[in-house]
Antibody, heavy 119, light 109 residues
Framework: EVQLVQSGAEVKKPGESLKISCKGS????????IGWVRQMPGKGLEWMGI????????RYSPSFQGQVTISADKSISTAYLQWSSLKASDTAMYYC????????????WGQGTLVTVSS | AIRITQSPSSLSASTGDRVTITCRAS??????LAWYQQKPGKAPKLLIY???TLQSGVPSRFSGSGSGTDFTLTISCLQSEDFATYYC???????????FGPGTKVDIK
């Protein structure tokens, strides 16, 4: 079974750093994109960026370029999303999702990681 | 960047109704469009890709159509489990760029 399992919920203070993870299983991790999607409370889906673990090709949405870093460790089939200095406005649910190389349709999705940033 | 609009933003319907949701792209995207269903507290679920291809395991009452800039998602006979929010997503650009629509919430009349 193809599965993406994300790390658990986080509560952080403004200015702190954070790295959340997304572990793939049941497929060739290096042959599919992993995308990250933000969903702020009560709001819609926002695409943040994608990474191709096979060669680490990474693309960011202009809205998130410079705000987050996407990476992957193919040896452990895990992708990451990280912040160097969190803001209260980063409070959201973050999803990872898999997409084939040539068709950016996202399936399956991880269960989501809730990040709460509050002083 | 390609912008995506959806209409309506919400609708109320009854079980058994036929429901249509529209998605419009700011420029032609061929058939590079997907539809997702999201229920409260759950991750989105892929329903349709390439504008009209049903994802494996998705009921046949869901269908998609369109190409270029205008697309529709149709639920032919609404079931209780279909009350949810629906998002369209374009994936036309290269280098890879993705845009989601703002969503359409379908609730019970």
């Amino acid at each position: 079974e193809v599965q993406l399992v994300q790390s658990g919920a986080e509560v952080k203070k403004p200015g702190e750093s954070l790295k959340i993870s997304c572990k793939g299983s049941g497929y060739s991790f290096t042959s599919y994109w992993i995308g990250w999607v933000r969903q702020m409370p009560g709001k819609g889906l926002e695409w943040m960026g994608i990474i191709y673990p096979g060669d680490s090709d990474t693309r960011y949405s202009p809205s998130f370029q410079g705000q987050v870093t996407i990476s992957a460790d193919k040896s452990i089939s895990t992708a990451y999303l990280q912040w160097s200095s969190l803001k209260a406005s980063d409070t959201a649910m973050y999803y990872c999702a898999r997409a084939p190389y040539d068709i950016l349709k996202f399936d399956p999705w991880g269960q989501g990681t809730l990040v709460t940033v509050s002083s | 960047a390609i912008r995506i609009t959806q209409s309506p933003s919400s609708l109320s319907a009854s079980t058994g109704d036929r429901v249509t949701i529209t998605c419009r792209a700011s420029q032609g995207i061929s058939s590079y469009l997907a539809w997702y269903q999201q229920k409260p507290g759950k991750a989105p679920k892929l329903l349709i890709y390439a504008a009209s291809t049903l994802q494996s395991g998705v009921p046949s009452r869901f269908s998609g159509s369109g190409s270029g800039t205008d697309f529709t998602l149709t639920i032919s006979c609404l079931q209780s489990e279909d009350f949810a929010t629906y998002y369209c997503q374009q994936y036309y650009s290269y280098p890879p760029e993705v845009t989601f629509g703002p969503g359409t919430k379908v609730d019970i009349k």
